[in-house]
């Protein structure tokens, strides 16, 4: 019983990748030619900072949660296994 998981494509994490930076990029030079006075532009790229700091820690914590789930039911599924091959045995 061994369900691996569907790796991705090398298309597909150059393209997540090329979508963060475009996305960081166009948010930090919006940030910096805005109009606006210098305390406030840090202020604004500090709090983008934190949300995507934010945004990985959530990220990171849900795959962990479900990586978890799914081992506990791995394990539990082992159990069942063995259980009833030593019932199929006797």
């Given at each position: 019983m061994?369900?691996?998981?569907p790796?991705?494509?090398g298309a597909?994490?150059s393209?997540?990748y ?11 030079f919006?940030?910096l030619f805005m109009?606006v006075?210098?305390w ?7 709090g983008v ?30 159990r069942?296994?063995?259980l009833?091959?030593s019932?199929?045995?006797?």
């Amino acid at each position: 019983m061994t369900n691996e998981t569907p790796r991705h494509s090398g298309a597909w994490v150059s393209f997540t990748y090329a979508s963060f930076i475009g996305a960081a990029a166009m948010v930090g030079f919006g940030i910096l030619f805005m109009p606006v006075d210098f305390w406030l532009k840090g202020y604004l790229a500090m709090g983008v900072v934190m949300l995507v700091q934010s945004c990985v820690t959530v990220t990171k914590t849900v795959r962990d949660v479900h990586e978890a789930k799914r081992m506990l039911n791995r394990i539990e599924d082992a159990r069942t296994e063995r259980l009833l091959m030593s019932v199929g045995k006797e």
